[in-house]
Structure formats: C-alpha cells, structure tokens
C-alpha cells in the first residue's frame, strides 16, 4: 500500500518504525526475513516524540517554551547529540537576536530567514546542504511540524 510506505518512509527519518516486506519490495530489495507484524506500530520514542509535537507549535513557541522542549528531548533521550546541540544554538540564536522569552515566534520562518543571510550562492548551498546547522534545522523543525498533524499508524489487523 503506498500510503503505508510514505508513512514508514516519514518514519524513518526519525529513526522510527522499520519496513515492511511490500515496502522493501518497492524499493526492488526482497527482505531477508518477513519483518514482524508489529512493523506498523510506533515505538515508545516515536510517541513521545509525537505527544511532545503535540503540545510544541514551531510555527508559535516562545523561546523559553522552545527551551523547555529541548530540555524534554534531552530528557527522553530520543534525539542524537547532534541534534540537541542544533538545537541549543538555535535557542541561543534567539537570545543573540533580541526576542522576548515569552513572546510567541515562528521558529520556522526565523531559521529560513538565516539560512537566506547565510546562503552564498546556489551551488555552494547543494554542495554544503548537510553541512549547513540551519539546514539540519530547518529539516528537524519540518520532520516535527509533520508529527502534530499527522496520525499515528495502527497495526494491521
């Protein structure tokens, strides 16, 4: 079913979820082993991911609730150090900028418009893309903007 296969494929990115044989076939590769049945079912990191993008607006987070998000993750465990240190600097970047801790922002547009003042040229952008923190976060902002409104996939029955 493709709806499945974007699904897990979204899932993915976050390191969630796992394929399925129709999936793997999809992509020409047969599994080596038919995959568990479970393979439809979110782990506990992909809920807590999903309860914490559920009270967590990018597009309307002041930065010390964008604060208290990072702390959540940290907490949790389920974001790689990489990221976590993305994210910190994203919170300093807002206190370098001057933004209020309490007044409501969109984070969102606030990392397009310096990922636009970093940019140097297009080439130099495809050719540094994953090396790029703005880049990486505008990525990570976007994968957990999706998880606020999408729905959680329910194991087949």
């Known amino acids: 079913m493709q ?3 974007l699904a897990n494929s979204f899932l993915s990115l976050f390191g969630l979820g796992a394929a399925t044989p129709a999936a793997e076939a999809g992509r020409g590769t047969a599994p080596a082993q038919p995959a568990a049945p479970t393979a439809n079912v979110l782990p506990a990191e992909g809920a807590m991911l999903r309860a914490l993008a559920a009270q967590f607006d990018v597009h309307e987070i002041t930065p010390r609730q964008f604060a208290a998000l990072v702390h959540e993750l940290q907490a949790a ?3 790689p150090a990489e990221e976590l240190a993305d994210l ?5 970047a807002l206190d370098q900028a001057g933004f209020d801790p309490d007044e409501p922002l969109d984070l969102v547009a606030f990392v397009e418009s310096r990922l636009r003042d970093a940019d140097v040229g297009l080439l130099d952008m495809a050719q540094n893309a994953e090396n790029s ?3 990486r976060l505008l990525a990570w902002l976007a994968k957990f903007d999706m998880l606020r409104y999408s729905e959680p996939l ?3 029955a």
């Open 3 to 5: 709806v499945q296969g």
């Open 154 to 156: 329910q194991a087949a």
């Open 88 to 92: 910190a600097q994203l919170r300093l």
């Open 77 to 79: 465990g389920t974001v």
């Open 133 to 135: 923190p703005f880049r």
